[in-house]
């Protein structure tokens, strides 16, 4: 299984259009450099007042989907 360590730093606002916007998908680039994307909802666990922040550990199946996602710190 494919995994990546992503640091998230997305505020209300972005959070806000994520899930109302068209795309309602994520896309940031991993601590080593890969570009990936994932969809928002799997973030809702840790939506506060102020956004998501925090380091999350994100894997995907051998065919590339969302397979989950823990928070790290």
């Known amino acids: ?39 928002a909802a799997v973030l809702r666990p840790w939506v506060l007042h102020d956004g998501v922040r925090g380091c999350f550990r994100i894997r995907f199946t051998p065919e590339g989907k969302f397979s989950d996602i823990k928070r790290l710190s």
């Open 1 to 39: 299984m494919n995994e990546i360590v992503v640091d998230l730093r997305i505020s209300s606002d972005e959070c806000l259009k994520l899930y109302n916007g068209p795309s309602r998908v994520v896309s940031t680039r991993a601590r080593d450099g890969r570009r990936v994307q994932f969809p």
